[in-house]
């Protein structure tokens, strides 16, 4: 991770937030080649869901909503909250998932401590009672106090008076703009059910614990599609989305033995979802879910109609709902994880490894932020420097480019490796006597001679397949 985070900041992928200011509560900003990426990503995301799906249409709904929205969705009840320990030496908090349980010989010791006498008959009748609720602070403290809930939800005020009547959220899912539009989609897109609504957008959430980069932060953003169907066809639909997400994490380069499914247990189901399976990405920290697939049954519509008084049923029922939701952040890190190589000794047998390291991310084409990488050979020599020029003019509307004549060409080629541009083009001697130029592939390293009339229909040709 050390690596990831490294390359994040040195390559103007992801920066702290604030960072001036010592950095703000695990937010953090992705700079030039992160907001490339990214958008990538989420374009991937979306032309799939919105383009090549069918009956799948997108929305873009306001992160501020009433806060009726909230009290129907449970978000504001205790379905939406973690519980949290509080340590009284350290003064952090945690998720009360996240500290360990005390083993039987742990509280023994804790009891002695205590001066407790008859040790062995309080273990007996409370030792289990004690397991459940003490927890072990990472400073070596034993928190007693059990956990209490904790709302994630972001608390703000509409408008000028900051009084309870104020009050609202900013949205920790996206996907309640979806349901509270649903007789709007309807009506407008003369949709039959099934079809499905998607969406991008932030969302925010008054996370406990946070680290792991950006894995887990207070605001993030979603990939979120919601697919109303019959009831009966819920289970067909939740099989058929479930493979389908899958698909798109491998069909975007992701290795197959670092993906996996959870199914995720009754006692673990949000308070929505009647069913629900994770898909996992064996991060350096250990397996986690980066997308989660739930059938949220009736949940949404039924409570929305109960609280809004509008009927929201589709020909005298309520359609269930299979939702589909993934965090672009998530996929973000993902992705660079899985495409970060790191070769020792470099890669070029013919000169001398410059590092003894070499870094390169093998990112998917469609995701890569920089596509095309534009050199002269060398920059002191005005007739080269002009030529890669005009190629980079030529090239600029059609591809992301980047021009860079700074240092030798090994080590631009390198920078470019390290940054995942997957083609670089090197304009030399040869090319100002026959108008052509070489492209070297990122992974193979090969490199071929083509002419600079072809050149844009040989790159369309090469990045698309
Ligand atoms: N609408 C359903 C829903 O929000 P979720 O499992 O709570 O379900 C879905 O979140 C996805 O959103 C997660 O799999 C993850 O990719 C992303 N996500 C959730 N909380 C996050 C956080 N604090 N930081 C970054 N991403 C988060």
Known sequence: M????????RRGFVFLSSEIYGGFASCYDFGPLGVQMKNNIKESWWVEMTQIQENVVGLDSAILMSPKVWQASGHLTAGFADELIECKKCNRRFRYDQLEELTLKDIEEELEKEGTINIPEVLKSQGNEFRKK???????MIIKEGPRKFNLMMKTFVGPVEDEAAVTYLRAETCQGIYVNFNNILNTMRFKIPFGVAQIGKAFRNEITLGNFIYRTREFEQMEMQWFCHPQEADKFFDYWKEHRMKWYLGLGIKKENLRFKQVQKEELAHYARKAVDIEYKFPFGWKEIEGIHNRGDWDLSNHS????????????????????????????????????EIKGGRTKTTKAVKEEEVVLKLDKKLAPIKIAVLPLVKNKPELVKKAKEVYELLKTHFVCQYDEVGSIGRRYRRMDEVGAPLALTIDFESLEKEDLTIRDRDTMGQERVKIEDLTEVLKEKLEN
């Open 306 to 341: 109960k609280h809004s008084g509008q009927d929201l049923k589709y020909e005298g029922y309520y359609p269930y709902i299979i939702e589909t939701s993934a965090g672009a952040d998530r996929s973000f890190l993902t992705f660079l994880i899985d495409a970060f190589h």
């Open 2 to 9: 050390e690596k990831i985070v490294s390359l994040c900041k």
């Open 134 to 140: 003490w927890r072990k602070c990472e400073c070596g």
